[in-house]
């Protein structure tokens, strides 16, 4: 019997679960892909958002702010990248002033500090290609960039590190209360808990459903994105949005922490939890629109769009806690825009929640500090050269691209809750993000892959499941 | 530090006809950096023949042809670093590389030759639409999985682009058991040879479909399907042409890039048509004693081209360093194009340094058919050559000749163009 169990390994889950591994309890992550941070957590913004545009007084507002006054610790703490890059909401008529003005009151209702309306001159001077149309801008110096990606990788090795069991290839296909616990039914069999916390993104309110009468809808929004080549790492240098319309908070142009640019998100509500496929439409109309907020986007330099999906609650709100007629129950449902910013939040909160229900007490053996894939760009020469000497491996450059090496490829593959295919290198590393897709190192890293897992080449996937790489051998029919 | 009178960046076809070259030319003080564990390049997975019938007036497979030239860099015991990664180069021409025996390491060179080759352009470049499951390669990486790893990506295949490579492997998935339903290409004419249509495509009978692309991938883990449409004249789909393909592989052949990182990295001046250096009449990048030839410098069809390119690049970087490393005076003419050339390398030229023929290579824009290459010096044409068809997809060359040169002291200006029979 666990004392808690959580679905879902994307950014909230993987938040929850680390802030529980402060406790005394048996907890375990249960995960339907191979790997964590494979649904809305792997497909956003990639922004911190500084918290000025969710509506005053709403759980969405307290959150964000929490998050972002938490991020800088917890990326320090989690050795991850994260830059307070600043965030501009540019108004591109006087007619919209008054707009503009809203949001920087609502901001300062949400308690965003250092927020201020910014006029032409200076925007311009911040913001070199902000476009000619552009008359004035709320500027929030708190807003960030960070790598989403090792936000949840992280998260989740910590809390793996701390105790915290993670059952991943794991899909909950039904769930019902026994007596004072929960009972999870998966395909590898069923999961005894004390609690459940519901954290399944896209597919939370069908987990919400089967356990209580007052039913919540998700809907999946689709957004499409386009990543541009490092070479345009300075065409943007804060986060830059247009003033937010119905559909959420429209299209952004930001540099990303990795020093590439990303333009999105549309905002297409779809009918299909896994349709995260672009659409030309979907794409034609982002760069249409990013061209809105800069001049001259350097959209050719493309080198891969990709849509992900927000868990659009009916109410845009998010709903965390737990479920009234369901005890034991906890949500954390409708964790869309700013989920990502709010989950350290949200980790608090429910780990605070679950301290107090089940009277939890402290793991005395709790690391809050964990270290990343190492990064040899970060080192010194004289260090790089030892780290040469004593492994070899990294002087052998797998990615051309962002230049990185076997060791990293090692040092991702052999960590806690490693990386088990090219998708989970990826996230870990960067290998093949770069301007060429991977088609260079896809066969090294596969190679490596193969011979470091012990499996054959064949048995190699892309992202688990049934993404499997080659289909056989040249000879297999012969 | 160590010291090399020459670095070469990149053990291909280039690469290694510029050793040899330079080695002739009288500079033995050279180094060839190689990132991959084999010197040869691309051509180590070329394994169908075709190549070298220019060069050696046979017909050589990929690896042979690779090997020819090998074996004259090794019978002149030309250093080589393999698995070596340039990470970057200075305009001081020091070249910062890294690999397992070395660790990081520094050469300061006396000359440069650039010969890293180009890349395939991507799936995430072309900007399909779709899931992004597994299943996508670039042909290339296909060629190397199939031919150099004995894998099958795929069964059944789809093909975007008709880029030589995505023939090549239209015939050669099919030869290992694939069936290749399609091949779709965006422009309304081939990128690829003719000789590879006929021979890859029509004698197994893969149809061509020429203002197609692909509009929709399928499948959330491994590709199930794809769709084509036609398109129109602005290459934009037209809704109802629609056709699905069950599929579990879509290879790309959609064109290649000069691989110009490292040159940029250093300020080489790159030329936006062809995504390479700009170079002089002695190869030369607009940093001097830098050279560039092969397929970073524009992209060839022929390997043997690239062998004829790098030679003479080879052999002027030797020249470079047997002079004292020292630019001298230069009396730049440039190239134009006008009418259908879309570029020429070189696109300058200083007439004192010619010797003998220069050759001058291009590409034209679209498929012209009954025109003339003209080259006027000035106001006078000295070249009118009849071609019943110029293609993009295939290279273009004329020779100036030194007598050209000598008639025109106070040439301004060459224009290269195509003119109406």
């Known amino acids: 019997m666990y004392d808690i169990v959580i679905i879902g390994a994307g950014v909230t889950g993987c938040s929850v679960a680390r802030e529980l591994s402060r406790y005394n309890a048996k907890i375990c992550v249960v995960e339907k892909e191979e790997d964590v941070c494979c649904g809305t957590s792997k497909a956003n913004s990639a922004i911190v958002h500084a918290g000025f545009d969710a509506a005053a007084g709403s759980l969405m507002a307290k959150l ?77 110096p708190t807003g960030g960039i960070i790598c989403p990606f090792t936000l949840t990788i992280a998260l989740a090795e910590n809390a793996n590190t701390n105790g915290v069991e993670f059952k991943f290839d794991t899909k909950v296909t039904g769930l019902h209360s026994v007596k004072d616990y929960w009972v999870i039914e998966t395909p590898n069999g069923s999961i005894e808990t004390k609690c459940v916390v519901n954290a399944a993104g896209v597919y939370s309110d069908v987990f919400h459903n089967m356990v209580s009468a007052k039913k919540i809808h998700i809907t999946p929004r689709r957004g499409d994105y386009c990543l541009l080549d490092k070479n345009t790492g300075n065409f943007a240098k804060q986060t830059i949005f247009p003033l937010p319309g119905k559909f959420g908070k429209g299209v952004l142009v930001s540099p990303t922490i990795h020093g590439n640019t990303i333009v999105g998100p549309t ?9 995260t496929n672009t659409a030309a439409e979907g794409l034609n109309d982002l760069i249409e629109k990013a061209g809105s907020t800069v001049k001259d986007l350097p959209i050719r330099q493309v080198i891969t769009s990709f849509a992900g999906l927000r868990a659009h609650e009916d109410h845009h709100e998010f709903i965390i806690g737990e479920v009234e007629d369901a005890p034991g129950f906890i949500d954390c449902a409708g964790i869309e825009s700013p989920g990502l910013t709010s989950a350290p939040a949200i980790g608090k909160m429910v780990g605070d929640l679950l301290k107090d229900k089940l009277s939890l007490s402290p793991n005395p053996n709790f690391n809050g500090t964990r270290k990343g894939v190492l990064d040899p760009k970060t080192l010194s020469k004289e260090e790089y050269a030892k780290l ?14 962002e230049g990185i090496s076997e060791g990293e490829l090692l040092d991702a593959i052999h960590r806690p809750l490693g990386a088990k295919n090219l998708d989970g290198i990826k996230r870990r590393t960067r290998a093949g993000t770069g301007r060429c897709q991977a088609g260079f190192c896809t066969p090294r890293q596969m190679e490596i892959l193969s011979r470091e897992l012990g499996v054959d080449q064949s048995e190699l996937t892309k992202c688990g499941g ?13 | 530090m160590i010291n090399y009178d020459i670095v070469i960046i990149g053990g291909g076809p280039a690469g290694l006809a510029a050793a040899v070259s330079a080695y002739d030319s009288g500079v033995h003080s050279i180094l060839i950096l190689e990132r991959d564990k084999e010197l040869g390049g ?27 030239y090998i074996d004259q860099v090794l019978e002149r015991k030309i250093e080589y670093k393999l698995r070596s990664m340039v990470l970057e180069i200075s305009p001081e021409k020091v070249i910062t590389a890294i690999n397992r025996e070395d660790g990081l390491f520094e050469i300061q060179a006396g000359a440069i030759v650039l010969t890293m080759g180009c890349r395939e352009r991507s799936r995430g470049a072309l900007n399909i639409p779709g899931f992004r499951p597994a299943g996508v390669y670039t042909a290339g990486t296909a060629q190397r999985l199939v031919n150099l790893e004995g894998y099958m990506p795929g069964r059944e295949v789809v093909i975007l682009g008709s880029g030589d490579i995505g023939l090549i492997m239209a015939r050669r998935m099919t030869l290992e058991g694939a069936k290749v339903k399609v091949v779709a290409e965006l422009l309304p004419y081939s990128g690829g040879l003719k000789r590879n249509i006929v021979q890859c495509l029509n004698d197994f009978d893969i149809p061509l ?56 990295g250093m300020g080489v001046r790159i030329n936006p048509v062809t995504s390479g250096p700009y170079v002089n ?88 058919r009954n025109h003339f290459v003209c080259v006027y010096f000035d106001q006078d044409r000295v070249i009118h050559i009849k071609r019943p068809i110029m293609a993009p997809g295939e290279m273009e060359e004329v020779l100036l000749k030194k007598k050209f040169f000598d008639d025109h002291p106070k040439l301004a200006k060459i224009t290269v163009r195509v003119e109406e029979a």
């Open chain 1, 64 to 140: 964000n702010l929490i998050g972002n006054l938490m991020m800088n610790d917890l990326a320090e703490e989690l050795d991850i990248p994260y830059r307070q890059n600043g965030s501009l909401v540019v108004c591109l008529s006087e007619e919209d002033r008054p707009n503009l003005v809203k949001l920087y009151e609502n901001g300062l209702k949400n308690g965003v500090e250092q927020l201020r309306i910014i006029e032409k001159e200076e925007l311009q001077a911040l913001e070199p290609n902000i476009s000619p149309d552009a008359v004035a801008a709320l500027y929030a």
């Open chain 1, 267 to 275: 905002a297409i509500d779809v009918d299909n939890k896994g349709g």
């Open chain 1, 388 to 401: 040469l000497k004593e492994k070899p491996a990294y002087g052998n450059i797998i990615c051309r691209c």
């Open chain 1, 466 to 478: 049934k993404s499997k790489l080659i289909v056989g051998t040249t000879k297999d029919r012969i």
């Open chain 2, 42 to 68: 691309i051509l180590g997975q070329c394994i169908h023949n075709g190549f070298g019938l220019h060069t050696f007036k046979e017909e050589l497979t990929g690896p042979e042809y690779a090997q020819r």
């Open chain 2, 209 to 264: 479909k020429l203002s197609h692309t692909v509009v929709d991938i399928e499948g959330n883990e491994r590709v199930e399907g794809v769709t084509i449409a036609e398109v129109d004249e602005k290459l934009k789909p037209i809704p109802g042409t629609e056709e699905h393909y069950t599929c579990d592989t879509l290879l790309l052949s959609c064109g290649l890039i000069p691989e110009n990182e490292l040159s940029r």
């Open chain 2, 281 to 368: 009449e002695s190869l030369e990048t607009s940093i001097p004693g830098v050279f560039a030839a092969g397929n970073v410098l524009h992209v060839h069809d022929l390997v043997d081209f690239v062998s004829e390119e790098a030679a003479a690049a080879g052999k002027n970087a030797a020249a470079f360093v047997k002079s004292g490393m020292a630019e001298g005076e230069r009396h730049e003419i440039s190239l134009s194009v006008e009418d259908g050339p879309r570029y020429t390398v070189p696109s300058t030229i200083d007439p004192a340094k010619v010797e003998g023929n220069l050759t001058v290579r291009f590409r034209v824009g679209k498929v012209i």
